[in-house]
């Protein structure tokens, strides 16, 4: 598996196989002489740190979230809170899925959960908005994304999922 890499990266690499049969790959542009990295040769020591070090940095990486549009603040310790409670709480299910339903392209449920972590900071805990989401039908969740204590805060975490929003109105205008 190439990774697509981007126009000004100076490190690529390639993954061929699973597990302890895997082989990775690492190219440093400008440099002729690949790094192979054959998973048979670590030891099992070795190879269990490697899983957690990928599990800390998966899990930190759900923190990453963009910066608030409006302010240019970074993110509230609540909402990276909650975007690392669902990557743990997904792969403490024993789930065999990588990705998170929703990580990309948002269910109305997604969107609407952590709009109401941000409506309902200090109020209710996340686990407590999960419980209370976890029967209402799809159409129900989709019409509470409108109200008004919902909707400000949908629309701001929407707004940082998108490009360039002036672009988008141009495109928009020649319509």
């Known amino acids: 598996m190439q990774t697509k890499p981007k126009s000004n990266s100076v490190i690529t690499h390639e993954l061929d196989g699973v597990g302890h049969e895997a082989i990775l790959t690492f190219h440093v542009r400008d440099v002729s002489e690949p790094l192979v990295l054959k998973m048979a040769d670590v ?8 899983a957690i070090h990928g599990v800390f940095q998966r899990i930190a990486d759900g ?6 549009p409006v302010t240019g ?3 509230p310790p609540m ?3 909650a975007a690392m409670r669902r990557l743990v709480v997904h792969y403490s299910s024993g789930t065999k899925d990588w990705r998170v339903i929703g990580e990309r392209g948002e269910s109305a449920g997604g969107l609407l959960f952590r709009a109401m972590v941000r409506a309902y900071a200090g ?3 996340p686990d407590e ?7 209402v039908p799809e159409k129900t969740k989709k019409a509470m994304l409108l109200t008004s204590r919902i ?3 949908a629309d701001a975490i929407m707004a940082e999922s998108v490009g360039n929003m002036d672009a988008a109105e141009e495109l928009l205008a020649g319509l």
Request: no cysteine; charged share 40%; aromatic share 10%.
């Open 129 to 135: 908005l999960r419980a209370f989401l976890k029967d």
């Open 73 to 75: 603040k970074p993110m």
């Open 79 to 81: 909402d990276k809170h």
């Open 43 to 50: 030891s099992d020591e070795v190879y269990d740190m490697f």
């Open 151 to 153: 909707k400000p805060h």
């Open 123 to 125: 109020e209710k805990t």
């Open 63 to 68: 923190a990453a979230l963009s910066r608030d």
